[in-house]
């Protein structure tokens, strides 16, 4: 299944492990939103997810996406650092040897 990087943020923040706990969540978040587009891309999002077959690899991607925004979100940080010309690392230590 292909999920754009919009899909994968609102999987991040809103994901399980559990894919009907997800899935459940999913469409009670898309109630809560007052703008159609974006009720509309998370109920899209839900119907992905509930679709046959999606139970056999789900856990698996859930996992190996979370990894992966993680990841792009440790980037993004440090190229905003870049881009604002401090290098400061906050929590990281820096071994000199």
């Known amino acids: 299944m292909k999920m754009s990087i919009g899909e994968k943020k609102i999987l991040f923040v809103f994901g399980c492990p559990n894919r009907e706990a997800t899935v459940e969540r999913l ?35 859930f996992y190996n996406m979370k990894l992966e925004m993680e990841a792009y979100y440790r980037h993004k940080a440090i190229l905003n650092r870049i881009v604002g010309g401090s290098m400061e690392v906050d929590n990281d230590e820096i071994d000199e040897d």
């Not at 703008?35 to 999606?54: I, N, Q, R």
């Open 27 to 61: 469409y009670q978040v898309a109630h809560l939103i007052p703008d159609p587009a974006g009720k509309k891309v998370v109920e899209t999002l839900a119907d992905k997810l509930d679709s046959e077959g999606v139970e056999k690899w789900y856990r698996c991607f």
